[in-house]
């Protein structure tokens, strides 16, 4: 899994304000969440995406996660600073591998993945363990869950893939440099995307 260097760290901890304000912009009038939702946030740089969402949708849990540990310790201190009488309920972070998720089987409501998906293989380059990621999220989100994501890289073979794994698509806006969309787990079917992960890690990461 590829991390951040210091430099883009820096850059992507000061600047997700304006981006993730965007964001937030272009889910609230297309994305609904159930009463007492649980969701989680893999790749969640400083965590300002998880805070708007906690404040916006009032989800029962929501978990911010990022495989890298000083990643995690710079989200802790941005919600520690954002809200300094306390954290909203249900929102926590902690560190995650997107390709192991350390949650049982269908406990998600939503699956939050904003430029993330791409650093499941070594090189952003490389799609070869992207499926993993993907395998993972489909297995964790219940059946009628919902995937939110975003990509700038691999988007057409991530579109394969969801459409391979029958993921239907709520809503999607498509750009010549990126893909925003948000696409509904339409079965249960864990089976299936853990042979795609296998396949994934068979073809050497290429």
Known sequence: MSFLNPVSRFFLNRSAGRRDARRLAWLRPRLQLPVGAAC?????????????????????????????????????????RRFPAGLPPGLEVRTADMRELPFPEASWDAVFAFVALHHASPSHRQYGRVPEALAEIARVL??????????????????????????????EERRRWRDRA????????????RAASAGGRADGGK
């Open 40 to 80: 989680l946030e893999i790749g969640a740089g400083n965590a300002d995406l998880a805070a708007r969402l906690a404040v916006a949708y009032r989800p029962e849990r929501y978990v911010a996660t990022d495989a890298d540990p000083r990643q995690v310790e710079a989200a802790d201190r941005h919600l520690r």
């Open 142 to 171: 219940r059946p009628g869950g919902l995937l939110v994501y975003e990509e700038i890289v691999h988007r057409d073979r991530i579109r394969a893939w969801l459409g391979e794994h029958r993921f239907s698509i709520v809503a």
């Open 182 to 193: 948000i696409v509904r787990k339409t079965n249960g079917e864990v089976e299936e995307a």
